[in-house]
């Protein structure tokens, strides 16, 4: 499988950004995809995962932030509102099949693609 994250830019903070996780070969309908970020000097670290039926998210942007998916197209999304300067971060998406003991880990995901930028000024 192979993923492409899109839609980063710069953004005021307060604002909005859509992110969107493609998979130009194969198909992830049958994989579970989760968001992470990765802020300069610091870990990779989990945003949000649909799992199962369920959205799980980080503390930091629950509320702020929704994860979709379109099987159809293929895609799943980022939804990221109320953008704040510390969500200032690469962020990637990665697919695989964690179990909810490793879906807010890296390891628990077996294919990334390149991330996106996302840069939030104050």
């Known amino acids: 499988v192979q993923l492409q994250a899109s839609g980063g830019g710069l953004v005021q903070a307060g604002g909005s950004l859509r992110l969107s996780c493609a998979a130009s070969e194969g198909t992830f309908s049958s994989y579970n995809v989760g968001w992470f970020r990765q802020a300069p000097g610091k870990e990779r670290e989990f945003v949000g995962s649909f799992f199962r039926g369920r959205t799980y998210y980080d503390d930091s942007v629950k509320g702020r932030f929704t994860v979709s998916r379109d099987n159809a197209k293929n895609t799943e999304s980022l939804q990221m509102n109320s953008l704040k300067p510390e969500d200032t971060a690469v962020y990637y998406c990665?697919?695989?099949?964690?179990?909810?003991?490793?879906?807010?880990?890296?390891?628990?995901?077996?294919?990334w693609g390149r991330g996106t930028l996302v840069t939030v000024s104050s």
């Open positions: 990665g697919a695989g099949r964690p179990i909810l003991s490793t879906i807010r880990r890296p390891s628990g995901y077996t294919y």
